[in-house]
């Protein structure tokens, strides 16, 4: 469990998402796959706040609240359906979908070409699927790092605006899967273990980010969302 979110912890605070993905590849092992959801947000919850305080200067929270609103309301229904709806295909088709976004943003980014902005419609339906996908698995990072990264106007707004964004999600969805009793007491002592790793490994990836310039950032994060795409493929299959 340590070394689990030491892993995530360096990936998100590398990339600014990620936490997610690898904590699902280890903790359906031990919970079930709804309980591993919660259990893999609220682990990296004081590794997010650490991350939010020390970009907290760079953040523009108005960029933050229309893509939330609607993420928010997806992933609060998705909570719900989570128990009645197959998994599967659902995964294979966002796997495929992070593969191709991949290549293109990666393509891009090494022939120097820079998106300045995202069209409204393809901000909603990025919130869209990514809070969909959030309150299925809790992994709800690739699409709105797409999004944040386009829109950013450096490194550290990118963090501070993606890390936030992820910070509160976690209070939100956190709360409502204590309430609906998919989270207890029990699950916290997994939560406590994981929180150590977390720290340790946002304690390393600050370190790193420091040293890179934002091209060497974009580059990890579209190669670390095609990885991600082909893991959600190989699950699904």
């Known amino acids: 469990m340590i070394f689990a ?27 079930p796959i709804n309980q591993s959801a919660g259990v893999s947000t609220l682990t990296m919850l004081v590794a997010n706040a650490m991350v939010v305080w020390r970009y907290r200067k760079s953040l523009k929270w108005q960029k933050l609240v ?26 294979l088709l966002l796997g495929v979908l992070l593969v191709v976004l991949s290549l293109y943003y990666s393509i891009m980014n090494v022939r120097s070409i820079t998106l300045k902005s995202i069209p409204v419609y393809v901000m909603i339906l990025f919130a869209m699927i990514s809070g969909f996908f959030n309150g299925m698995f809790g992994i709800g990072g690739p699409l709105m790092a797409l999004y944040f990264l386009t829109i950013a106007d450096s490194k550290e707004n990118y963090l501070a605006s993606i890390q936030t964004f992820f910070l509160i999600d ?35 990836a600050n370190r790193l980010v420091s040293h890179l310039n934002i091209k060497v950032m974009e580059l990890f994060i579209y190669v670390f969302i095609g990885l991600s795409g082909f893991y959600y493929l190989i699950t699904a299959l």
């Open 170 to 204: 976690t209070i939100m969805m956190t709360s409502l899967r204590f309430a609906s009793g998919i989270l207890n007491l029990d699950s916290l002592k997994f939560v406590f273990i994981g929180i150590i790793g977390a720290i340790i490994g946002t304690i390393l």
């Open 5 to 31: 979110a030491l892993m995530a912890g360096f990936v998100q605070g590398v990339t600014g998402f990620g936490s997610g993905i690898v904590m699902m590849i280890f903790l359906p092992h031990l919970l």
């Open 66 to 91: 229309a893509p939330f609103l609607i993420y928010i309301t997806i992933a609060v229904c998705s909570l719900y359906w989570s128990e009645f709806l197959a998994a599967g295909h659902l995964k």
